[in-house]
C-alpha cells in the first residue's frame, strides 16, 4: 500500500497537527523531498517532533524514511485516488448515473485495493481453506454483505453459517473450536457491537478474520487477520453505495483466490 493512501485513508482519524501535516504532503509531494523535518515543521506550523511522530504513526522510523517513501510512490506513480481522478478527467464520461457511479466506484475499488496488501489476502484464503467452520457475523448494515459471504462458501464445500440476530450470534461463537474461524465483516460503524463476539470466538481457540473500514476500530484491532475497505468521499446514501461494493469487492476477491486454489 502506498504511504500516500494511507495518509488519505487515515486522515479521518487523525489529529489536527497530523492532519495539516497530511494535507500538506498530500498537496504538494513533489516539493516534499527538498523539505527537513524542521522545514515542514515551520511551514506547518507544528514542532518538529510531531512531524518524528507523524512519520512513526505511519509505520515509519523517522521522517527520512516516510520522505523515502513518499519520493518513490510520486516517481513511481502510485498516487491511488489522485491518478484516478487524473484518469478520469481525460474520459469522455457523459452526464449520466450508470457511469457518474462508474468512475466514483473505481476510485474505491482502486484505494481498497491497493490498501489490502496481497500477503494479507492469501492469509485470509489460506485460513479460510483450514477452518472446519466459519461463522459470520455482521453489522445491521452489512448483511447483506455477510449473506452473499456465507452464499458463496456453502456452494464451494465450506461449512459457513450467518444469522442476523446479534443474540445468536452470540451464542452460536460458543461452539466455535481452535481450527474454526470466526469473520467480523462491519460497515461505517457498530463494529463495538461484535467485539464480545470476537472475544469469545478467541477464547475457544477460534481465529478471528475481519473486513471493515480503514481506520483504528475495535473489530479490527481484536482481530488475527485484518481485511479493510478505504471509504469514499461522499456523505449519506452515496457513501454507503460505494463502501458496500467495495466490501463486495473483497469478498469476491477471496473467493477468486479459493477458486484458484482448487483449480
Known amino acids: 500500500m502506498t504511504c500516500l493512501l494511507k495518509m488519505r485513508a487515515m486522515r479521518d482519524q487523525m489529529s489536527v497537527n497530523e492532519r495539516k501535516l497530511a494535507d500538506f504532503i498530500l498537496e504538494n509531494t513533489k516539493l516534499l523531498r527538498d523539505y527537513s523535518s524542521q522545514q515542514l515543521a515551520d511551514v506547518v506550523g507544528v514542532s518538529q517532533s510531531s512531524v518524528v511522530k507523524f512519520s512513526q504513526k505511519l509505520g515509519y522510523k523517522g521522517y527520512p524514511s516516510l520522505k523515502l517513501a513518499v519520493y518513490e510512490t510520486y516517481a513511481g506513480g502510485g498516487l491511488g485516488a489522485g491518478l484516478v481522478e487524473e484518469a478520469g478527467a481525460n474520459f469522455s464520461y457523459s452526464d449520466t448515473p450508470l457511469r457518474l457511479l462508474a468512475q466514483k466506484k473505481l476510485e474505491v475499488l482502486e484505494n481498497t485495493t491497493n490498501i489490502n496488501e496481497a500477503d494479507y489476502l492469501r492469509e485470509a484464503v489460506a485460513a479460510i481453506q483450514a477452518t472446519r467452520c466459519i461463522q459470520i457475523a455482521a453489522c445491521a448494515g452489512s448483511a447483506a454483505v455477510a449473506q452473499y459471504l456465507a452464499h458463496q462458501l456453502l456452494e464451494l464445500g465450506y461449512w459457513a453459517v450467518y444469522d442476523q440476530s446479534g443474540q445468536l450470534q452470540k ?4 461452539s466455535l473450536e481452535g481450527q474454526d474461524l470466526l469473520c467480523i465483516i462491519c460497515d461505517m460503524g457498530g463494529e463495538e457491537s ?3 463476539v470476537a472475544n469469545s470466538a478467541r477464547t ?14 475495535a473489530a479490527s484491532i481484536h482481530s ?4 479493510y475497505v478505504v471509504p469514499p468521499e461522499e456523505n449519506g446514501a452515496m457513501q454507503r453505495l460505494l463502501f458496500r461494493s467495495a466490501q463486495l469487492h473483497v469478498i469476491e476477491s477471496l473467493i477468486s483466490g479459493l477458486l484458484a486454489v482448487e483449480k
Open 224 to 227: 488475527d487477520i485484518r481485511l
Open 194 to 196: 461484535l467485539v464480545e
Open 171 to 174: 451464542s452460536m461463537v460458543n
Open 204 to 217: 475457544q481457540g477460534a481465529k478471528v478474520m475481519s473486513l471493515t473500514r480503514y481506520n483504528y476500530n
